[in-house]
């Protein structure tokens, strides 16, 4: 079941990667859209659109939260400062800068006893060394790094602000998203790096031998899939998002490198302590419960990446 189209969206991280592709989406679709962010940033053309709100603000500050709540039926949950690898390197800023904040969001929404919560949680990090492959909701959570702990640990939180307020929410254990516009960043988001660096005629560092293998999402399903769960009325209220593909490091390369017609040149680093071998989702439960599925292939959307690098101003 689902319910009518909501008209206020709040998008807690609005300015990242997942965000700058979901705010265009809600506004097309006629919301009235206010994102909340840490930093300001620009929306480019949608700066002036009418039915977008930019308000920069911390999510822990209660005052400011309670303000940007105003009205709102569905919270769009993305924020975070860390990426797998940065929260080892200082833990405690992580669950200072993203579990606290996300408590004081949870609090927050459920008082309102009005605004769904829909939470991007993460599937590639949440369940730790997978012990069945694909990995179901039901695995155990036992990350290796403080960014899933993290995670999990504000998953938790909403269960608990459900079973003592009727929280309102949902979770989406989404893969490792890839798409045009995103941010380049050695540490994370490798299909955007390597397309760009093989582009160049640049060389590709990969951690490991290159064996590690992982489920790339592409952006416009994600975006899909949160589409569905800020309307979804059913009684499940995690899901996890993938592609349902499984490629290696070294597939990664050799796809990008026909696409792009060039041979790539790869530099081999020490692995990773919080890589995991492998990690593809079960995404049946999506698409039983949401309606959900992933579109296209992963070569077709690596060609489209490279396709708006090639037109990009």
């Not at 569905?74 to 996300?102: C, E, G, I, W, Y």
């Not at 694909?134 to 036992?142: A, C």
Request: aromatic share 8%; hydrophobic share 40%; with cysteine.
């Amino acid at each position: 079941m689902t319910k009518p189209s909501f008209r206020t969206s709040l998008v807690i991280g609005g300015t990242g990667f997942v965000g700058r592709a979901l705010v265009p989406h809600l506004l097309d679709r006629g919301d009235r859209v206010r994102v909340m962010t840490r930093r300001p940033a620009s929306f480019a053309i949608l700066d002036q659109h009418e039915r977008l709100e930019v308000v920069c603000a911390d999510y822990g500050n209660t005052t400011a939260l309670e303000e940007c709540l105003v009205g709102v039926d569905v919270v769009f949950h993305l924020a975070s400062s860390t990426q797998p690898k940065s929260s080892n390197d200082d833990m405690l800023f992580d669950v200072q800068t993203n579990l606290l904040p996300s408590i004081n969001l949870a609090e927050a929404c459920a008082r309102t006893r009005r605004a769904r919560l829909v939470f991007v949680s993460s599937g590639g990090t949440v369940y730790g060394r997978p012990q069945s492959i694909p990995i179901p909701e039901t695995h155990s959570t036992d990350p290796l790094c403080s960014y899933g702990i993290v995670k999990v640990a504000i998953e938790k939180y909403l269960h608990l602000y459900r079973e003592l307020l009727e929280l309102d929410y949902c979770i989406l254990r989404v893969s490792n998203p890839f798409g045009p516009s995103q941010h380049l960043n050695p540490a994370q988001g490798v299909v955007g790096n390597f397309i760009h660096q093989m582009h160049r005629g640049r060389p590709l560092n990969v951690w490991g031998d290159g064996s590690v293998v992982r489920d790339y999402i592409y952006i416009d399903d994600v975006i899909a899939a949160l589409h569905s769960a800020g309307e979804y009325d059913g009684g499940s209220r995690m899901f996890n998002i993938g592609s349902g593909e499984c490629h290696s490091i070294l597939d990664v390369v050799a796809t990008i490198g026909r696409v792009i017609g060039r041979t790539p040149d790869i530099r081999f680093e020490q692995s990773r302590a919080f890589d995991i071998p492998v990690n593809i989702l079960d995404t049946s439960l999506a698409g039983r419960e949401l309606g959900w599925a992933p579109t296209t292939t992963f070569e077709q959307r690596i060609s489209k990446i490279f396709e708006s690098i090639l037109h990009a101003p």
